[in-house]
């Protein structure tokens, strides 16, 4: 058996990213901390963590940080299922941890999951990442669940698919027009030589726009870095770059500048997945199912 105060060390030390800090949640001396990470490793024979400026699991560590969380909605499940005679006010609120990329936050998924929230005293600890590496953090055993366009699924795992983002390459009104050609069409060319503005340096729905529509790979073109999803639609707004806006944010804009097509027509579609824990405590499965729900209505569906 797992002693369960090492656990909960090995557990404090992840979340806050030190000893002294996980001493301090704890509310126990560093070196009673110590000592338990020590005993856990001693138990189960392998090295958890590894010190250094900053702490970070090994792959066992992840392994048995997973465990831990687990094993704690499901105790805080139980502990709400045995008071239902009792007030909703009384059960215990749970944190959901989930990575989820900016778009789909703001544009579907916090309004198709605010009901489940309200109604079962969920909390949510959402990591923000670009959807192709929103599985790193369920990887690692930091999230339960993560909307990711990697359509595999990982080993103890499962892949639902969610349905298509659909991006399209927007401009200010003026930007539009500066960036046509004598025909009236996009110049490819006047857009290369235009910024563009990208939501981070994980971004590269601008290089699949001109991969896919123009045949460039990785073109060189100067670029704004907006990483916040208000800020990253300003930008473009104000005239500063052109970039990749999904259906869902657009149909958002009334009463705000419009934003025109570059290439009416033209869009990048990006797959997403839900992917989370094959073995999940019911309100981990009750987020999965209001998930699959809100993207059945937001999302483009695969046919």
Known sequence: MLDARQLDALAAVADHGSFVAAAQALNVTLAAVSLRIKSLEQAVGQRLLVRG????ATSAGQALLTHVRQVRLMEADLIQGL??????????????????NADSMAGWFL???????????LLLDIVIDDQDHTHDALKSGDVLGCVTTLSRAMRGCVAEPLGVMRYRCVGSADLVASVQGEGGGLSVHRLLATPAVIFNRKDGLQDAFLLQHFGLRQPAYPRHFAPAVDGFEMAIELGMGWGMVPDQQLALREGRPALHELLPGATVDVALYWQHWEREAPSAARLTQAVKAAAATQLVQFR
């Open 53 to 56: 400026k900053t702490v970070r």
């Open 111 to 121: 309004p198709g999951v605010a009901p489940l929230l309200a109604a079962h005293r």
């Open 83 to 100: 008071n239902r005679g009792g007030a909703a006010g009384d059960n215990p609120w749970q944190t959901l941890s989930v990575a989820i």
